[in-house]
């Protein structure tokens, strides 16, 4: 059956007025960049619903897109009648013919919103319902939970009749509640972070710490790899590479091993907060878990956390390692997190990190390194890229023509 438009419910929508209307457009916007493939589908965006007229394109390669997009509850593919009884009961026995396997109860929905249509709501449930049953007659009616509700609604541009619900992905429109700097490694935590505030609305850029010829070329590629598993709920993401090797070679230098983990989180955040204010982002998000490692105590947390008053958000911060892999595994970020390139705080490592580095110590210590001009020059070299899911296509096309 070939499906005219797609008929959009909003997620949650507590808020109300201006900020509604803003919701709206955002997830307009987000659900156009999405269906970029499909340029003939033409979105109407209401108070209640939101419709993606397909003009031709094909619903079965736009439906798993779309259920990507944040902020929608549910959605129902559809298909345009011409406004009169007869078409309305024809196209109704298409669907029941194509549907019915000869278990399912079945109920009709009507709505009516254009009211010069001849018929009521009820009349028109009336009407099509006896027309099924004529049609089948064993069929149950169930008027709770039936397994094929089907929905019709005479509107001023229509009718439409639809009988599929699906989920959509739930959570906020991205960029309906401003923008994040996601402190991206190549593990498996960040990128579920990421994930998660997405989900809540925060548009994300990806900040990455890389310290060549320390770290290897496949450590970056890995990080890009893996903010492109992001992509599809956002369409792009700019990803900003930030040059490390002197920062991390300095503490080393200048400072006793135990304190390195703590000097050098400290300068990550440092620069993270700089980056931040330059591209306006509001907050920083990273994947922290408590207790996993000697970084994530509360002790370390703090100490680190000194730097700056930037709200930091930790989405993973008290979920299970395996809960974390669960999600990790859900947007098939898991096999790419744990290909085994060392990232630049592995590498630096030291065998026997401060768990509870004292304050203090701390600051004394960093006052034999020159912060300011280590971040000036640090902060010279990002090199920043939008990472979309359409350019790596293109990229392996590329790399084809090359083999
Ligand atoms: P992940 O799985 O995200 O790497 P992890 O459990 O390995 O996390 P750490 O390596 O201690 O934990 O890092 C804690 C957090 O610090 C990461 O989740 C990430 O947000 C940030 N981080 C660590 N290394 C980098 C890096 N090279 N670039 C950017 N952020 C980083
Ligand atoms: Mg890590």
Redesign the pocket.
Known sequence: MQYTEIMVRYGELSTKGKNRRSFIMQLAQNVRGALVDFPAIKIHADRDRMHLILNGEDSTQVIPKLSKVFGIQTFSPSIQVAKNPQDLKATTEEIMEAVYTGKETFKITAKRSDHSFEMDSHEIQQFLGNAVVDRFPDIKVQMKRPDINLRVEIRRDGAYLSYETIKGAGGLPVGSSGKGML????????PV?GYLSMKRGVEIEA????SPPYTSDQALQKAKDLTEKLTPYVGSIQFIEVPFTEIQEEIKQHTPQGYWMTLTRRM?LRITDAIREMRHGLVII????LG??A??TLHSMVAINEVTSTPIIRPVATMDKTEIIELAEKIDTFKL?IQPFE???TIFAPPQPKTRPKMDKVLELEKRLDIDGLMTRCLAGLKIEAISAAQSETQVEEFADLL
């Open positions: 402190m991206l490694s190549g593990g498996i935590d960040s972070a900040v990455h710490f890389a990550m990273n994947g922290e878990s996993q490692v970084s994530q997190a990232d630049c705080c």
